[in-house]
C-alpha cells in the first residue's frame, strides 16, 4: 500500500465507525421497542422469557463490541472482559439454583 | 488547532511498548469493568432470588413500576451511548468542536436518566409506599437501581471533568490561575444540572398536581424565582467560558483518556440492558 493509500484508507474506516455507531443505535432503539411489545404478546411465558434473554443478549454483544471498540481492540481484552461476565453470570446462575432447592429457600 | 494535522496518525487499538500490546490505562479498565461484573451480577442475582421466592406480603411489583418512564429513560441511555461512542469516535480524528458538543449531549442524557430515577424513586416511597426498609422487594431494587444509578453519576461527574479539562490552555502562561477558571466552570455545570433538574422535577410534580394550566406555571415561577435566576446566571458562565479561546493542550493525543470514560460509560449502559430485561420487563409476564 502506497503512503498516501493509507490515511485515506484510516479516514475511510472513521467515516464508516461514524455511520456504524449511529446505524448500531438504532437497531438497539428498535430491539428495545421490540421487548416491550413483546412482554404483551400472548404466548406462553417461557417463550417470552427467551425472546427477552436474547434481545438483551444481542443488545449487550453489539454494544461492548461495537461501541466499546473490542471489535478492533486486541482480544486479550475480550478474554479478560468475559472472564469477569463468565464468573459474575455463573455466580448469578448458582445462586439462582441454589435457591431454588426447598432446603435453601430464602427466610421468610 | 494542532492536532488536526496529526489526525489518523495514532494507532488507538495497539500500543507496542507495552508487553501485551494494549495500553496500560485500556487493561486496567477492563480489568475494572470485569469485576463491576462480578459485583453487579451479585446485586441482580439477590434480586431474582426474592422475586421468585417472595415472602408473604410483598407488594406486586407489576403495581409499582412504570413501564413507560423505565423505557423513556432506557432509550436515553441507550442514546447517551451513541453521543459517547461519537464523542471517542471525535476527539481520535482530533474533532475538538464535536467531541465538546458529544460530551454536552451525553451528560445532557445522562442527567435525564438520573432525573427519571429521582422521579421514579420519590413516586414510589411517596405515592406507592415501597421504601428501601418496608419490604424485600424495597431492599433488593432501590439497593440495585441505587447502585447503579450512583455508578451514573459517576459517569456524568467524569464527563463534566473532561468536558473542562478540554478547555486548559496550551501557552504556560495563560494557564496561571487557569485551576481558578476550571474550577469556577465545573461548579457552573454542576449547579446548572442540579437547578436544572430540581426545576423540571418541581414543574413536573406541580403539573401531576393541579394539571396543566398557566395559573400552575406562574405559581410555581414565583416560587422558585432564585433557582430560575441560579440557573441563568450558571448557564451564562458556561457561555462565556465554552467560548474558544486559543490553543488548547487537549488533542488526537488524549484519546486514550475519553475511551476509558466512554468503556466506563457503555458498561453502565450494558448493566442497565441487563436491569432493564431482568427487574422490569419479566414482572409482566
Not at chain 2, 415501597?130 to 444509578?149: D, K, R
Request: hydrophobic share 55%; charged share 10%; proline share 3%.
Amino acid at each position: 500500500m502506497s503512503s498516501s493509500a493509507a490515511p485515506a484508507h484510516g479516514h475511510d474506516l472513521e467515516e464508516s465507525k461514524f455511520q456504524l455507531f449511529v446505524q448500531v443505535a438504532m437497531l438497539l432503539a428498535v430491539i428495545t421497542g421490540l421487548e416491550i411489545v413483546t412482554v404483551y404478546l400472548p404466548f406462553a411465558a417461557w417463550i417470552l422469557v427467551a425472546a427477552l434473554v436474547i434481545a438483551s443478549a444481542v443488545k449487550f454483544m453489539f454494544v461492548i463490541f461495537v461501541f466499546m471498540h473490542l471489535k478492533w481492540d486486541k482480544p486479550f481484552c475480550t478474554i479478560l472482559f468475559f472472564i469477569g461476565l463468565i464468573l459474575g453470570g455463573g455466580t448469578m446462575f448458582a445462586l439462582l439454583k441454589i435457591f431454588s432447592m426447598q432446603a435453601s429457600l430464602p427466610l421468610q | 488547532m494542532s492536532s488536526t494535522a496529526a489526525a489518523g496518525t495514532i494507532d488507538h487499538h495497539h500500543d507496542p511498548s507495552t508487553s501485551t500490546g494494549i495500553p496500560n490505562k485500556k487493561l486496567l479498565m477492563w480489568l475494572f469493568l470485569a469485576s463491576d461484573c462480578m459485583f453487579f451480577g451479585c446485586l441482580i442475582s439477590t434480586h431474582l432470588i426474592y422475586r421468585l421466592h417472595p415472602p408473604p406480603g410483598t407488594p406486586s411489583a407489576k403495581s409499582v413500576f412504570s413501564i413507560e418512564l423505565t423505557s423513556f429513560s432506557t432509550f436515553i441511555l441507550l442514546m447517551s451511548s451513541l453521543m459517547m461512542a461519537l464523542a471517542v469516535n471525535a476527539i481520535q480524528k482530533g474533532n475538538l468542536k464535536s467531541l465538546r458538543v458529544s460530551l454536552l449531549t451525553t451528560i445532557f442524557f445522562g442527567c435525564i436518566f438520573l432525573g427519571c430515577q429521582v422521579f421514579e424513586f420519590n413516586n414510589f416511597v411517596f405515592e406507592k409506599h415501597l421504601t428501601i426498609t418496608n419490604s424485600i422487594l424495597g431492599t433488593t431494587f432501590f439497593t440495585l437501581t441505587g447502585t447503579h444509578g450512583t455508578h451514573v453519576a459517576v459517569g456524568v461527574l467524569w464527563l463534566i471533568l473532561m468536558y473542562v479539562r478540554s478547555f486548559q490552555p496550551q501557552d504556560l502562561d495563560k494557564r496561571r490561575g487557569w485551576f481558578l477558571v476550571n474550577l469556577v466552570h465545573v461548579l457552573a455545570l454542576v449547579v446548572a444540572i442540579l437547578l436544572g433538574m430540581n426545576l423540571v422535577l418541581g414543574t413536573t410534580r406541580a403539573l401531576e398536581a393541579t394539571g396543566l394550566s398557566a395559573a400552575t406555571l406562574a405559581h410555581f415561577a414565583s416560587g422558585a424565582i432564585l433557582r430560575i435566576l441560579g440557573l441563568l446566571v450558571a448557564l451564562a458562565v458556561l457561555i462565556r467560558l465554552g467560548r474558544p479561546a486559543g490553543p488548547v493542550a487537549f488533542n488526537e493525543g488524549n484519546a486514550m483518556d475519553v475511551e476509558m470514560m466512554g468503556l466506563y460509560w457503555h458498561f453502565v449502559d450494558i448493566v442497565w440492558i441487563v436491569i432493564f430485561t431482568a427487574v422490569y420487563l419479566l414482572e409482566y409476564i
